[in-house]
């Protein structure tokens, strides 16, 4: 027990130290190209013949894109993160849209909501950085009303420290960003530190989505769907060249 408050410790104080320069690359994701991505691709997903979409929750917001993103759309939005700093940011980054979002300090893994509370819950690059995934899918669950939608964006973002062909390409991807001179998404981050933390969290060892579907069938949701890259989808061509090592993937599932 120890051990793992040490590690939700480090956790804390790793994403808290990197608020403010991953505040400014969801920034750069709010400017109309790219948020234009996310919408075309996000919004379909929450209309259902079967259940009108209206209460979301947003589950490790970070700076706050999705959050942002779903209330400039109308929808009623609780936003949630464990980093204090990460919320400042967000709410700096929401501009107008700061006093419409709920923001709550709170741990995505042990959740204060009554059961049935919301009718979605979305959460990106989030679940691999988590010491006890399953639970957090359970708290999700509990949360969601009936036939409420989990929508899950994330990556095998540390694969490579135990797959050398995935190595190889993440290194691969490093080389070719200096070879275009364009941003290269992991400079001026604590590689080091983030790796250590990598090798001590469940999912980096995990081949996903795969496991999330069984996962999620497990605690009961009823339609599972997965789609195991969509970095065309959402991401512009500097973005896909930083993480073709690693091509995000998209997860749905209704309760």
């Known amino acids: 027990m120890k051990q793992m408050e040490n590690l939700q410790q480090e956790i804390i104080e790793y994403w808290g130290k990197r608020s403010r320069t991953y505040a400014k690359q969801h920034k750069e994701e709010l400017q109309a190209s790219k948020k234009n991505r996310w919408q075309k691709f996000l919004f379909p997903k929450l209309v259902t013949s079967e259940k009108k979409i209206k209460k979301i929750l947003d589950v490790g917001t ?34 107008s849209y700061k006093d419409k979002i709920n923001w709550l300090k709170m741990d995505a893994q042990d959740l204060v909501f009554e059961d049935q509370t919301f009718d979605a819950v979305i959460t990106r690059n989030l679940t691999w950085n988590l010491e006890n995934p399953v639970l957090a899918y359970q708290e999700w669950f509990r949360v969601l009303k009936k036939k409420g939608i989990l929508i899950n964006v994330d990556a095998n973002w540390y694969r490579y420290l135990y797959d050398e062909q995935i190595y ?88």
Do not use: C
Request: net charge negative.
């Open 168 to 255: 190889k390409k993440y290194k691969k991807d490093r080389l070719i960003t200096k070879k275009y001179q364009i941003k290269d998404y992991y400079e001026n981050t604590d590689i080091p530190m983030m790796e250590h933390i990598a090798r001590e969290i469940p999912l980096s060892k995990e081949i996903r989505p795969n496991w999330d579907e069984e996962v999620l069938k497990k605690l009961g949701f009823e339609q599972v769907v997965t789609v195991t890259d969509i970095n065309s989808l959402v991401l512009d061509k500097v973005e896909q060249i930083n993480f073709s090592f690693s091509p995000l993937f998209f997860i749905q599932a209704v309760k």
């Open 62 to 95: 970070g700076p706050g894109f999705m959050a942002i993103l779903l209330s400039e759309a109308g929808y009623e939005v609780t936003a949630i993160d464990f980093t204090q700093e990460m919320l400042a940011e967000a709410k700096n980054n929401a501009g």
